[in-house]
């Protein structure tokens, strides 16, 4: 049907484009700061200026763009909404179809270091049995997906169980973080016939807060810790987005030095980065992260995945018998705790990584496609035929 055409996609954004960010990053208008409060009021002015006189200057868009070009991309239309997804197959007869879910902000550029070792793992210190099949999909309103109104984690579940019938499987595996990990167990639920496994940096609603913690177990103590930095320090965000997205959006779409500032902010609070840098994560892939939010003009219709789930915080989740592997990450922002995850969740694996923070594949792709392989060993498929 031509309805569920799957179309070659390549990313050609428009010189007027970059001109107009150029004119825009020269022409910033810049706040003053106050006295000696460092990131306490958030991004430290000298830091956003420096890495928006390298954005303006050093930072090279079509080099990135032809990094993201060298992938196969393709587009099809998905419950009314042109999706766009990167598809990476193995050459492997055995490879396991893997989805990466990015959350937000974030976009593609999260996974693309991890798709030759996923798929071509012997290239890369594995074995053959490794492979994976990759999908790397934008999440509908989000980047090269673009403005979408409506949509939810539980709508943009149901748009990738099609996808996955649309590209020809039958099985699956399925990775997120942040959005994507409430994507990546929504899927395990509605599709509970086809994923095989879900593999996640964060389980919403594992969390422990002072009235529930167990003062004998340190990982509880961390994480009622953690929950309540983000209670009073880092959670403004959230509370904005779930509450007046549009109010943001006009400061995001406008203001490119806002923009950064917005998503570096978030990349200083979460990563396991020297304190007042983002050093955890390379500047032109943050910038890359960020462009991609620019010019697709994407960042209201982000936020309101924010507003549109509000009504469900807090609410006890669905319990899922789909096998679900974690991974715990030192410096993210929420830690899960095993006894809380295991009274929703058929935890099978549950992985503390050494370090890393909360954009876990960027930040350490090479323990997180070791962790993949090794929590989906066990899932494989019957050869392909020719």
Same mark, same amino acid.
């Given at each position: 049907m031509e309805a569920e055409l799957i179309r070659p996609y390549r990313v050609d954004i428009p010189q007027s484009d970059l001109d107009d960010l150029a004119r825009r990053l020269d022409r910033t208008r810049w706040p003053d700061e106050a006295a000696g409060v460092g990131q306490e009021y958030g991004v430290p002015l000298n830091v956003v200026q420096e890495l928006t006189a390298y954005w303006r200057s050093g930072y090279n868009w079509r080099a990135a763009e032809a990094q993201i070009n060298a992938y196969p991309q393709f587009r099809t239309v998905i419950d009314g909404h042109d999706l766009h997804v990167v598809h +990476?197959?193995?050459?492997? @007869? !055995?490879?396991?179809?893997?989805?990466?879910?990015?959350?937000?902000?974030?976009?593609? /550029?999260?996974?693309?270091?991890?798709?030759?070792?996923? *798929?071509?793992?012997?290239?890369?210190?594995?074995?053959?049995?490794?492979?994976? %099949?990759?999908?790397?999909?934008?999440?509908?309103?989000?980047?090269? &997906?673009?403005?979408?109104?409506?949509w939810s984690v539980p709508r943009a579940a149901s748009a990738f169980v099609e996808l996955m019938r649309r590209l020809g499987y039958d099985t699956y595996a399925v990775h997120g973080?942040? *959005?994507?990990?409430?994507?990546?167990?929504?899927?395990?639920?509605?599709? #509970?016939?086809?994923?095989?496994?879900?593999? +996640?940096?964060?389980?919403?609603?594992? &969390? +422990?807060?002072?009235?529930?913690?167990?003062?004998?177990? @340190?990982?509880?103590?961390?994480?009622?810790?953690?929950?309540? !930095?983000?209670? %009073?320090?880092?959670?403004? $965000?959230?509370?904005?987005?779930?509450?007046?997205?549009?109010?943001?959006? $006009?400061?995001?779409?406008?203001?490119?030095?806002?923009?950064? #500032?917005?998503?570096?902010?978030?990349?200083?609070?979460?990563? %396991?980065?020297?304190?007042?840098?983002?050093?955890?994560?390379? !500047?032109?892939?943050?910038? *890359?992260?960020?462009?991609? %939010?620019?010019?697709?003009?994407?960042?209201?219709?982000?936020?309101? $995945? $924010?507003? /549109?789930?509000?009504?469900?915080?807090?609410?006890? @989740?669905?319990?899922s018998r789909t096998p679900t592997a974690v991974v715990c990450l030192p410096r993210d922002i929420a830690t899960p705790v095993r006894r809380i995850a295991e009274s929703f969740d058929a935890i099978v694996r549950w992985t503390e990584f050494p370090q890393g923070g909360h954009f876990g594949a960027l930040e350490q792709p090479e323990l997180m496609t070791a962790d993949l392989r090794d929590a989906l060993r066990d899932r494989r498929l019957p050869p392909r035929s020719a």
């Amino acid at each position: 049907m031509e309805a569920e055409l799957i179309r070659p996609y390549r990313v050609d954004i428009p010189q007027s484009d970059l001109d107009d960010l150029a004119r825009r990053l020269d022409r910033t208008r810049w706040p003053d700061e106050a006295a000696g409060v460092g990131q306490e009021y958030g991004v430290p002015l000298n830091v956003v200026q420096e890495l928006t006189a390298y954005w303006r200057s050093g930072y090279n868009w079509r080099a990135a763009e032809a990094q993201i070009n060298a992938y196969p991309q393709f587009r099809t239309v998905i419950d009314g909404h042109d999706l766009h997804v990167v598809h +990476v197959r193995s050459a492997e @007869p !055995r490879a396991l179809p893997l989805l990466l879910l990015h959350g937000c902000p974030g976009s593609i /550029v999260e996974f693309l270091p991890m798709v030759g070792a996923l *798929t071509d793992p012997v290239a890369h210190g594995g074995r053959p049995e490794d492979a994976f %099949d990759v999908m790397i999909p934008t999440i509908p309103g989000f980047g090269f &997906s673009g403005v979408a109104d409506g949509w939810s984690v539980p709508r943009a579940a149901s748009a990738f169980v099609e996808l996955m019938r649309r590209l020809g499987y039958d099985t699956y595996a399925v990775h997120g973080g942040d *959005t994507g990990a409430a994507i990546a167990r929504e899927l395990g639920l509605i599709d #509970a016939d086809h994923v095989v496994a879900v593999h +996640v940096t964060a389980l919403f609603g594992a &969390s +422990v807060g002072p009235r529930d913690v167990d003062m004998s177990r @340190p990982e509880e103590v961390r994480s009622a810790r953690k929950s309540a !930095r983000y209670r %009073d320090e880092l959670g403004g $965000y959230a509370i904005l987005q779930s509450t007046k997205p549009q109010s943001l959006a $006009y400061a995001l779409t406008d203001s490119p030095v806002g923009l950064l #500032a917005w998503i570096v902010e978030q990349f200083m609070d979460w990563t %396991d980065s020297t304190p007042g840098t983002f050093d955890a994560v390379d !500047r032109d892939t943050v910038l *890359t992260d960020v462009m991609i %939010d620019w010019l697709n003009r994407t960042a209201g219709s982000s936020a309101r $995945y $924010y507003r /549109v789930g509000a009504g469900g915080w807090g609410a006890a @989740p669905e319990v899922s018998r789909t096998p679900t592997a974690v991974v715990c990450l030192p410096r993210d922002i929420a830690t899960p705790v095993r006894r809380i995850a295991e009274s929703f969740d058929a935890i099978v694996r549950w992985t503390e990584f050494p370090q890393g923070g909360h954009f876990g594949a960027l930040e350490q792709p090479e323990l997180m496609t070791a962790d993949l392989r090794d929590a989906l060993r066990d899932r494989r498929l019957p050869p392909r035929s020719a």
